[in-house]
């Protein structure tokens, strides 16, 4: 019998936005209605093939009765197992056993490092989260959120390497050892682009031992325009609080390609002001105009977006510059625009930064061309945007006078470096350019020392590897985005006893005997990084105790900020300005910095593998990306389509894990690559998206029989994922390369997409309105009123509960007085970033899964990332150019639940306190509950994930003959507060109930104090709400803490007006997502806000995307 | 036709019914009585690394429980005590004991078999991992040790003296009274009827229950009985 079938309401006619999730719903297939229908993807909730069918119900029985006979043996046996509490002989200070202990450390990373508090359980770091006094603080994203887990990943490198065999540490001693003794080593360095102040005085210290010392900086994916548009070592870092205008040139300032705190940005993208204390005011936000290829998350965020490829972003800057009147330094020989309808978009952003001249922003992408940011700066001086209390400012890094990575091939050639020392993360064997022919210059090196955390390429191709530690596991320093000295300091003992940091390593070749020293001393003595970084920091904060105290206690020393400097525009350098458009022969294809593995070095990070593409939802690899107007010119746009339907006549049930892409092959530079491709909303025609940094390594299970080949370079995480665009990427093309051809394969490969897992459907799930006045829909007062009335909830009858809100003692059911939880969600300022996601899997527990069960809709994570695309019927000006609209749904913690009346076991009930709760242990599996979620918020373990292996091929199918996990580690880092669910169990989201319940008890305990310093008998103490109440906005989930834009707001709804959230929820662009089924939800959404000139010719189609899934 | 069931099958069925009664409700009755927590735990007393008494410690020498499970009143989880905590006294007191060797040998550098390594106490109390039990929710409000441990004061090996069930937990969060105190006799194991009259003036409160009663007025006590109190 089929499923009873909820029947949404039509949308209204007139409506003149139409929504949807993926292609195959924009062409509605009847597939895609079925994947609607169910309550977990086809397939998901099947054991379909041979090697499943041995659990099918009937040999399930045959065991079943077998185990039982048996039963009889062992019962005789059941005995209680003799447990130990083994309790520390001297115990640390700060420890108390059961409790968190938290610390102040930082990630050091090419932008500016990110501040961060850890979370500590009995010395094991668990989890991450922003360190909110920072003055660079700007929340977490998805690779600072999901570098925990790096440190306890099976596949960690955790031995020394010689030419890729396991070498004593001893012989790499003595190489160091003899190294430090000949001051006239010709000895090269080779660093990431992170700027710790320790290391650039231990550069100058080698440089003052090593007479022939050179030092060189690269990693892959930092372009470098910028220090040659501005100067060396010179950075421009956005002030978001002061700008009024941003102008992006294809410069994804809110993902990847950070330019500063981001949060500030965010907190004008909501017109009642950063804590929703004041009156909605168009005026108080920002506007954001994006130029770029495809959509990114900043492109998302865009009031106005403009898509054209990458090398035609030059002849729009120069647009720009020309209506501003710019002299540039550059000559601008670029042709006018020819397109009419981009030349009247220029027109009007040009007036609109007049406007705001002083006020505004222009941003160009790091990997964009020299022109494009010697254009913005000129843009950006003669609107008087730069110096301080302005929105950008320019400062003075101390990475000046480091080499490139082309100046140290020609070094090594030249024989001037016969040793290199390489200490940047990324893979330079791999990843630089390909016709820098880097390897064989790297193999004419004497000894080459390869410090990294992964055995990848260089690692092999290296002399010496040395396995490094995790930041979390060294003394270090670093400076954040605009230079505050920021600490590293290690949470825990390097986990394997060969892993060195990068400072030890640096400071064994300055000490006088060589010797390598690392992690602990002799006698628990502190590693020299200490030392060394204790006598950086004299330079900062003096040489006291206390200083450096307070550095430990906070994480940074404050009034460090780099020195600001005024960069001139240049008039010395001349830029090639003019390149062709792309057309259907020549095609332009994009290097783009991924969203999971950034340039490659997170591959063997499972939580970023498995975190869906923000845009295009795809998990475990890349794709070329094309706009469906070039897929269906490349013949390829049918067969994606029909990606999701049940391919050709095979059984639905084959569907899920079948799902298969059609290939292209694309060829550049004299390069080709097979790789599969998707279909991309909102991207520029003609142009071919390639995310990098995969295809490290492949056993004999790959898919496309590439395999055994590097199979060593990558763990099981990484083994077979995606293609590796690296090779056609050229020094000259390292972000885009014109002239690129591309035609359709015959050959399909498997696509691990989540965009139509758990799929809602119903009336304005996602509301959005505009600032500016509209025909049909008023003012900005009047859409912002009629938010609440979007969709059905304008004319739904009040919905009447069938059930009684009391007990049979007529007693409220939901009755605790001290505390009531809810969230709200503001889509305003939420951009889909993932960050939320990860942050949850590394509170909660949460395992991964492996691609192949992602494919058939099996992902477990709590937050799902909704990303829709809406295009106006009528839009006149670029009908290609859907807005994108990002919405985590997890679990909105519904009063009248439907989950909870359908579980026959009461695994999920309500608590006092308005929680939706889960018993694991409770749990039978009948996944009823899920059934009965309208919000697909919950979560099945199909297999016991945390236990078996879900990377090893058919591991989980064999059940407890399976693998178990792999590794010493990867139980360390589990939250020990939150159940580790096994097979057959039910989870979702509970609003860190762990945390909710850590708060409450703590503030329980104030009620002993208060007695003990008013000295009087606890029993003339008065105990009332204020003792029991926590304080206002005093508790914080996983995924609101983490949250850069913060668009996540928590609180007890009792505290009203007094917290954010109370204040949030009496917003007016506070609704409930589904509100006309009367479910009752806690979590409720604030419509998107978005901000148009009216001036522009696409104003009128922006700020209308309510999405609808009928 | 000729009978098939002779006469005396006619209360075959009866008798069957009866005797698969009784075996049923045999095994019933043998499952309560041997295997559920009430049996299976209360009781367990393993023998421990060092046969600590807790009768001397407590009863005779007056200790504070907080002095050994120090962290009690501020954590989830009740500490054991560290080797130093108990070479605190006892690198003076008893200090040849050979009972103490263990400690010897994790804390005594100077001792002949001395390793460093903490000494291994055999669990008696035991909540399964998907059972979240707070110690510091419970003192701090005026629950005692004593209420779930038993008279620890009294006994010479550690043993379990409740059942710590779920049912068992939920007897007391359904009606706390009969278990609150003042804070002050959270950790008085002699704690009765006679000490009521300290804390009031109210001739109507005679025993511990009705001081009970009233605290949890006061207190404004209201233990939760939904499962994410304990399970999360």
């Given at each position: 019998?089929?499923?009873?079938?909820?029947?949404?309401?039509?949308?209204?006619?007139?409506?003149?936005?139409?929504?949807?999730?993926s292609a195959?719903?924009?062409?509605?297939?009847?597939?895609?209605?079925?994947?609607?229908?169910?309550?977990?993807?086809?397939?998901?909730?099947?054991?379909?093939?041979?090697?499943?069918?041995?659990?099918?119900?009937?040999?399930?029985?045959?065991?079943?009765?077998?185990?039982?006979?048996?039963?009889?043996?062992?019962?005789?046996?059941?005995?209680?197992?003799?447990?130990?509490?083994?309790?520390?002989?001297?115990?640390?200070?700060?420890?108390?056993?059961?409790?968190?202990?938290?610390?102040?450390?930082?990630?050091?990373r090419a932008q500016?490092?990110?501040?961060?508090?850890?979370?500590?359980?009995?010395?094991?770091?668990?989890?991450?989260?922003?360190?909110?006094?920072?003055?660079?603080?700007?929340?977490?994203d998805a690779f600072?959120?999901a570098?925990?887990?790096?440190?306890?990943?099976?596949?960690?490198?955790?031995?020394?390497?010689?030419?890729?065999?396991?070498?004593?540490?001893?012989?790499?001693?003595?190489?160091?050892?003899?190294?430090?003794?000949?001051?006239?080593?010709?000895?090269?360095?080779?660093?990431?682009a992170?700027?710790?102040?320790?290391?650039?005085?231990?550069?100058?210290?080698?440089?003052?031992?090593?007479?022939?010392?050179?030092?060189?900086?690269y990693e892959a994916l930092t372009g470098d325009a910028a220090?040659?548009?501005?100067?060396?070592?010179?950075?421009?870092?956005?002030?978001?609080?002061?700008?009024?205008?941003?102008?992006s040139l294809d410069c994804d300032f809110a993902g990847t390609d950070s330019q500063?705190?981001v949060?500030?940005?965010?907190?004008?993208?909501?017109?009642?002001?950063?804590?929703?204390?004041?009156?909605?005011?168009?005026?108080?936000?920002?506007?954001?105009?994006a130029v770029e290829a495809a959509f990114t998350l900043t492109g998302g965020m865009a009031?106005?977006r403009l898509r054209v490829a990458p090398s035609q972003v030059n002849?729009v800057a120069?647009?720009?510059?020309?209506?501003?009147?710019?002299?540039?330094?550059?000559?601008?020989?670029?042709?006018?625009?020819?397109?009419?309808?981009?030349?009247?978009?220029?027109?009007?952003?040009?007036?609109?930064?007049?406007?705001?001249?002083?006020?505004?922003?222009?941003l160009a992408g790091s990997r964009q061309s020299l022109?494009v940011h010697?254009?913005?700066?000129?843009?950006?001086?003669?609107?008087?945007?730069?110096?301080?209390?302005?929105?950008?400012?320019?400062?003075?890094?101390?990475?000046?006078?480091?080499?490139?990575?082309?100046?140290?091939?020609?070094?090594?050639?030249?024989?001037?470096?016969?040793?290199?020392?390489?200490?940047?993360p990324s893979n330079p064997?791999h990843d630089a350019p390909a016709d820098?022919?880097?390897?064989?210059?790297?193999?004419?090196?004497?000894?080459?020392?390869?410090?990294?955390?992964?055995?990848?390429?260089?690692?092999?191709?290296?002399?010496?590897?040395?396995?490094?530690?995790?930041?979390?596991?060294?003394?270090?320093?670093?400076?954040?985005?605009?230079?505050?000295?920021?600490?590293?300091?290690?949470?825990?003992?390097?986990?394997?006893?060969?892993?060195?940091?990068?400072?030890?390593?640096?400071?064994?070749?300055?000490?006088?005997?060589?010797?390598?020293?690392?992690?602990?001393?002799?006698?628990?003595?502190?590693?020299?990084?200490?030392?060394?970084?204790?006598?950086?920091?004299?330079?900062?904060?003096?040489?006291?105790?206390?200083?450096?105290?307070?550095?430990?206690?906070?994480?940074?020393?404050?009034?460090?900020?780099?020195?600001?400097?005024?960069?001139?525009?240049?008039?010395?350098?001349?830029?090639?300005?003019?390149a062709?458009a792309p057309?259907?022969?020549s095609l332009e294809l994009i290097f783009a910095t991924d969203s999971s593995i950034f340039d490659g070095r997170w591959i063997?990070n499972?939580?970023l593998q498995e975190a869906p593409d923000p845009i295009s939802k795809l998990t475990w690899d890349n794709v070329a990306l094309v706009a469906p107007k070039t897929a269906?010119?490349l013949?390829v746009?049918?067969?994606i389509?029909?990606?999701?339907?049940?391919?050709?006549?095979?059984?639905?049930?084959?569907?899920?894990?079948?799902?298969?892409s059609?290939m292209i092959l694309v060829t550049v530079n004299?390069k080709s690559l097979e790789i599969p491709v998707l279909v991309s909303f909102g991207q520029a025609e003609n142009t071919l998206v390639i995310p990098l940094g995969y295809g490290q390594?492949?056993?004999?299970?790959?898919?496309?029989?590439?395999?055994?080949?590097?199979?060593?370079?990558?763990?099981?995480?990484g083994?077979?994922r995606g293609f590796d665009a690296y090779p056609l990427r050229t020094a000259a093309t390292s972000y885009f390369a014109t002239g690129a051809t591309a035609?359709?394969?015959?050959?399909?490969y498997?696509v691990s997409l989540t965009q139509?897992?758990?799929?809602?459907?119903?009336?304005?799930?996602?509301?959005?309105?505009?600032?500016?006045?509209?025909?049909?829909?008023?003012?900005?007062?009047?859409?912002?009123?009629?938010?609440?009335?979007?969709?059905?909830?304008?004319?739904?009858?009040?919905?009447?509960?069938?059930?009684?809100?009391?007990?049979?003692?007529?007693?409220?059911?939901?009755?605790?007085?001290?505390?009531?939880?809810?969230?709200?969600?503001?889509?305003?300022?939420?951009m889909g970033c993932n960050s939320?996601?990860v942050?949850?899997?590394?509170?909660?527990?949460?395992?991964?899964?492996?691609?192949?069960?992602?494919?058939?809709?099996?992902?477990?994570?709590?937050?799902?990332m909704?990303r829709?695309f809406?295009?106006?019927?009528?839009?006149?000006?670029?009908?290609d150019n859907p807005?994108m609209?990002p919405?985590?749904?997890?679990?909105?913690?519904?009063?009248?639940?439907?989950?909870?009346?359908?579980?026959?076991?009461?695994?999920?009930?309500?608590?006092?306190?308005?929680?939706?709760?889960?018993?694991?242990?409770?749990?039978?599996?009948?996944?009823?509950?899920?059934?009965?979620?309208?919000?697909?918020?919950?979560?099945?373990?199909?297999?016991?994930?945390?236990?078996?292996?879900?990377?090893?091929?058919?591991?989980?199918?064999?059940?407890?003959?399976?693998?178990?996990?792999?590794?010493?580690?990867?139980?360390?880092?589990?939250?020990?507060?939150?159940?580790?669910?096994?097979?057959?169990?039910?989870?979702?989201?509970?609003?860190?109930?762990?945390?909710?319940?850590?708060?409450?008890?703590?503030?329980?305990?104030?009620?002993?104090?208060?007695?003990?310093?008013?000295?009087?008998?606890?029993?003339?103490?008065?105990?009332?709400?204020?003792?029991?109440?926590?304080?206002?906005?005093?508790?914080?989930?996983?995924?609101?803490?983490?949250?850069?834009?913060?668009?996540?707001?928590?609180?007890?709804?009792?505290?009203?007006?007094?917290?954010?959230?109370?204040?949030?929820?009496?917003?007016?662009?506070?609704?409930?997502?589904?509100?006309?089924?009367?479910?009752?939800?806690?979590?409720?959404?604030?419509?998107?806000?978005?901000?148009?000139?009216?001036?522009?010719?696409?104003?009128?189609?922006?700020?209308?995307?309510?999405?609808?899934?009928? | 036709?000729?009978?098939?069931?002779?006469?005396?099958?006619?209360?075959?069925?009866?008798?069957?019914?009866?005797?698969?009664?009784?075996?049923?409700?045999?095994?019933?009755?043998?499952?309560?009585?041997?295997?559920?927590?009430?049996?299976?735990?209360?009781?367990?007393?393993?023998?421990?690394?060092?046969?600590?008494?807790?009768?001397?410690?407590?009863?005779?020498?007056?200790?504070?429980?907080?002095?050994?499970?120090?962290?009690?009143?501020?954590?989830?989880?009740?500490?054991?005590?560290?080797?130093?905590?108990?070479?605190?006294?006892?690198?003076?007191?008893?200090?040849?004991?050979?009972?103490?060797?263990?400690?010897?040998?994790?804390?005594?550098?100077?001792?002949?078999?001395?390793?460093?390594?903490?000494?291994?106490?055999?669990?008696?109390?035991?909540?399964?991992?998907?059972?979240?039990?707070?110690?510091?929710?419970?003192?701090?409000?005026?629950?005692?040790?004593?209420?779930?441990?038993?008279?620890?004061?009294?006994?010479?090996?550690?043993?379990?003296?409740?059942?710590?069930?779920?049912?068992?937990?939920?007897?007391?969060?359904?009606?706390?009274?009969?278990?609150?105190?003042?804070?002050?006799?959270?950790?008085?194991?002699?704690?009765?009827?006679?000490?009521?009259?300290?804390?009031?003036?109210?001739?109507?409160?005679?025993?511990?229950?009705?001081?009970?009663?009233?605290?949890?007025?006061?207190?404004?006590?209201?233990?939760?009985?939904?499962?994410?109190?304990?399970?999360?």
């Amino acid at each position: 019998m089929s499923k009873r079938i909820w029947h949404h309401p039509e949308v209204p006619a007139g409506e003149t936005t139409v929504a949807w999730r993926s292609a195959g719903q924009l062409e509605d297939t009847a597939e895609f209605r079925q994947w609607l229908d169910r309550e977990f993807p086809q397939g998901a909730a099947e054991l379909a093939n041979g090697e499943e069918s041995e659990g099918s119900r009937r040999s399930f029985l045959k065991l079943m009765g077998a185990s039982t006979a048996l039963a009889g043996f062992g019962m005789a046996a059941c005995r209680r197992p003799e447990g130990y509490i083994v309790p520390y002989t001297k115990a640390p200070e700060w420890v108390i056993p059961g409790n968190a202990t938290y610390y102040a450390s930082s990630m050091p990373r090419a932008q500016g490092a990110t501040p961060l508090v850890v979370t500590t359980f009995e010395g094991r770091p668990t989890h991450l989260a922003p360190n909110k006094l920072h003055p660079d603080v700007e929340g977490t994203d998805a690779f600072a959120q999901a570098s925990v887990l790096d440190l306890y990943s099976p596949s960690r490198s955790r031995k020394i390497l010689k030419k890729a065999q396991v070498a004593k540490r001893g012989d790499f001693e003595a190489v160091v050892t003899s190294l430090a003794a000949d001051p006239a080593a010709k000895i090269g360095f080779l660093f990431g682009a992170d700027d710790s102040p320790t290391r650039a005085r231990l550069t100058k210290e080698l440089a003052a031992k090593f007479s022939a010392a050179k030092f060189y900086q690269y990693e892959a994916l930092t372009g470098d325009a910028a220090p040659t548009a501005l100067g060396d070592g010179v950075k421009l870092v956005a002030n978001y609080a002061k700008a009024d205008r941003i102008l992006s040139l294809d410069c994804d300032f809110a993902g990847t390609d950070s330019q500063g705190p981001v949060t500030s940005f965010f907190d004008r993208r909501k017109p009642e002001g950063k804590f929703y204390s004041e009156k909605p005011d168009a005026k108080k936000m920002n506007r954001l105009y994006a130029v770029e290829a495809a959509f990114t998350l900043t492109g998302g965020m865009a009031d106005h977006r403009l898509r054209v490829a990458p090398s035609q972003v030059n002849a729009v800057a120069a647009q720009v510059a020309r209506g501003l009147g710019v002299k540039a330094g550059v000559a601008i020989v670029s042709p006018e625009l020819a397109d009419a309808k981009q030349v009247a978009w220029v027109a009007g952003l040009v007036e609109d930064l007049k406007e705001h001249a002083g006020k505004s922003l222009v941003l160009a992408g790091s990997r964009q061309s020299l022109s494009v940011h010697l254009l913005a700066h000129a843009i950006n001086v003669a609107l008087g945007n730069i110096g301080e209390g302005k929105p950008l400012v320019a400062l003075q890094t101390e990475t000046k006078g480091l080499g490139s990575i082309a100046s140290l091939k020609t070094d090594i050639d030249a024989g001037a470096v016969e040793t290199l020392v390489v200490l940047t993360p990324s893979n330079p064997i791999h990843d630089a350019p390909a016709d820098l022919k880097f390897v064989e210059s790297f193999a004419k090196l004497k000894t080459s020392i390869h410090l990294g955390m992964r055995t990848d390429a260089t690692a092999h191709a290296a002399t010496w590897h040395v396995p490094s530690a995790h930041y979390l596991e060294s003394w270090g320093d670093a400076r954040s985005a605009r230079g505050t000295y920021t600490m590293v300091q290690p949470m825990i003992l390097p986990l394997y006893p060969e892993c060195v940091s990068e400072l030890e390593l640096l400071l064994a070749l300055l000490s006088e005997d060589g010797k390598l020293l690392s992690g602990e001393g002799a006698k628990g003595a502190a590693s020299p990084a200490y030392t060394a970084v204790r006598k950086t920091f004299a330079g900062f904060g003096g040489e006291g105790e206390t200083a450096w105290k307070q550095l430990l206690r906070d994480g940074f020393f404050a009034g460090s900020q780099y020195a600001s400097v005024t960069p001139a525009v240049r008039s010395d350098i001349s830029a090639p300005l003019v390149a062709t458009a792309p057309t259907k022969t020549s095609l332009e294809l994009i290097f783009a910095t991924d969203s999971s593995i950034f340039d490659g070095r997170w591959i063997d990070n499972g939580w970023l593998q498995e975190a869906p593409d923000p845009i295009s939802k795809l998990t475990w690899d890349n794709v070329a990306l094309v706009a469906p107007k070039t897929a269906k010119e490349l013949g390829v746009y049918d067969q994606i389509i029909a990606l999701e339907t049940p391919f050709g006549s095979r059984s639905p049930d084959d569907e899920a894990q079948n799902r298969t892409s059609p290939m292209i092959l694309v060829t550049v530079n004299g390069k080709s690559l097979e790789i599969p491709v998707l279909v991309s909303f909102g991207q520029a025609e003609n142009t071919l998206v390639i995310p990098l940094g995969y295809g490290q390594g492949f056993d004999e299970h790959d898919e496309l029989k590439r395999g055994p080949k590097n199979e060593c370079h990558v763990g099981l995480v990484g083994v077979n994922r995606g293609f590796d665009a690296y090779p056609l990427r050229t020094a000259a093309t390292s972000y885009f390369a014109t002239g690129a051809t591309a035609k359709p394969t015959s050959k399909r490969y498997s696509v691990s997409l989540t965009q139509e897992h758990h799929a809602m459907y119903g009336r304005a799930l996602a509301r959005e309105v505009s600032t500016m006045v509209d025909e049909q829909k008023g003012s900005f007062a009047a859409q912002l009123a009629n938010v609440p009335k979007q969709g059905n909830d304008a004319h739904a009858p009040p919905n009447i509960s069938l059930y009684k809100p009391t007990d049979r003692k007529d007693q409220p059911l939901i009755n605790d007085p001290l505390h009531q939880w809810g969230m709200s969600i503001d889509l305003s300022s939420c951009m889909g970033c993932n960050s939320c996601l990860v942050a949850c899997q590394s509170e909660n527990n949460i395992p991964i899964v492996g691609k192949k069960q992602v494919g058939m809709g099996r992902e477990m994570h709590w937050i799902r990332m909704d990303r829709y695309f809406a295009a106006q019927k009528d839009n006149t000006f670029d009908e290609d150019n859907p807005e994108m609209v990002p919405q985590p749904v997890a679990c909105v913690q519904c009063e009248s639940a439907p989950c909870e009346t359908v579980c026959p076991v009461n695994a999920t009930i309500h608590t006092e306190d308005g929680l939706n709760a889960m018993a694991y242990n409770r749990c039978i599996g009948t996944r009823y509950c899920a059934n009965n979620c309208p919000y697909k918020a919950r979560r099945f373990n199909y297999f016991d994930y945390n236990k078996r292996n879900p990377l090893i091929s058919h591991n989980l199918y064999k059940g407890p003959f399976g693998e178990k996990q792999t590794g010493e580690a990867p139980h360390l880092q589990k939250n020990p507060n939150v159940t580790v669910r096994m097979r057959g169990v039910m989870e979702k989201c509970t609003y860190c109930v762990q945390r909710l319940k850590d708060a409450v008890i703590r503030q329980k305990r104030g009620q002993k104090q208060e007695a003990l310093v008013a000295g009087k008998p606890s029993t003339e103490m008065k105990v009332d709400l204020h003792t029991l109440r926590i304080p206002v906005d005093s508790v914080k989930t996983a995924c609101q803490d983490a949250c850069p834009a913060g668009a996540i707001t928590f609180g007890n709804l009792f505290d009203e007006e007094k917290s954010v959230l109370g204040r949030s929820k009496k917003i007016e662009r506070n609704y409930d997502l589904l509100n006309y089924i009367g479910t009752r939800p806690r979590t409720s959404y604030l419509a998107r806000v978005k901000n148009p000139n009216p001036k522009m010719p696409d104003a009128k189609f922006v700020g209308k995307a309510t999405v609808h899934m009928v | 036709m000729a009978n098939i069931f002779p006469r005396w099958s006619n209360f075959l069925p009866f008798k069957i019914a009866f005797c698969a009664g009784t075996a049923g409700a045999g095994v019933a009755l043998a499952f309560a009585y041997y295997a559920t927590p009430k049996a299976l735990v209360v009781g367990y007393q393993p023998s421990q690394p060092i046969p600590f008494s807790h009768k001397i410690h407590v009863d005779q020498l007056g200790l504070d429980c907080r002095y050994c499970h120090s962290f009690v009143d501020v954590a989830g989880h009740s500490n054991v005590p560290t080797g130093s905590t108990c070479w605190n006294c006892h690198q003076h007191v008893q200090r040849d004991s050979p009972k103490l060797a263990p400690l010897h040998r994790s804390m005594d550098v100077n001792y002949p078999g001395y390793d460093g390594k903490p000494i291994e106490w055999v669990r008696v109390h035991k909540a399964p991992d998907y059972v979240y039990f707070n110690h510091s929710a419970h003192v701090n409000r005026g629950i005692s040790c004593q209420s779930c441990h038993g008279d620890v004061n009294k006994m010479e090996v550690v043993y379990q003296a409740e059942s710590h069930s779920m049912g068992w937990c939920l007897e007391c969060h359904r009606a706390p009274e009969k278990n609150l105190r003042p804070l002050e006799e959270v950790y008085n194991f002699d704690y009765s009827d006679s000490d009521v009259s300290k804390y009031t003036d109210d001739a109507s409160v005679k025993t511990t229950q009705d001081l009970g009663l009233k605290l949890k007025e006061q207190f404004m006590v209201k233990p939760k009985v939904t499962c994410a109190t304990c399970h999360h």
